[in-house]
């Protein structure tokens, strides 16, 4: 089992920033992959940037060259720096992190952190 407890969501003025951070705790916290999703009022949750244990990153179109996605492993935590805001930007910001055991992967979910980005 893995916790996953999120901080740094805000309200922010468009173009500026915000550093979103996700520390993992649990009996066996080791993952294969760590990252960062977002649900807007009345739409789907989406990827916004993944990393894995190798350090791979993959970042949705919409952030790609505004967002960076970072992980501290020795933490345990992953984070993500968010520059050049803008209001469709706005939503839950939710930490994923996921393992991969005997083919099956098992995805665990933090609370959410809310991001509100001003006009």
């Known amino acids: 089992q893995v916790q996953l407890v999120e901080s740094g969501g805000g309200l922010v003025q468009a173009g500026g920033s915000l550093r979103l951070s996700c520390a993992a705790s649990?009996?066996?916290?080791?993952?294969?992959?760590m990252g960062w999703y977002r649900q807007a009022p009345g739409k789907q949750r989406e990827l916004v940037a993944t990393?894995?244990?190798?350090?791979?990153?993959n970042y949705a179109d919409s952030v790609k060259g505004r967002f960076t996605i970072s992980r501290d492993t020795a933490e345990n935590m992953v984070f993500l720096q968010m520059n050049s805001l803008k209001p469709e930007d706005t939503a839950a910001y939710y930490c994923?992190?996921?393992?991969?055991?005997?083919?099956?992967?098992?995805?665990?979910w933090g609370q959410g952190t809310q991001v509100t980005v001003s006009s």
């Open positions: 990393i894995t244990s190798g350090g791979r990153t």
């Open positions: 649990g009996s066996d916290v080791s993952t294969n992959g």
């Open positions: 994923n992190a996921y393992q991969i055991k005997n083919w099956v992967r098992y995805d665990y």
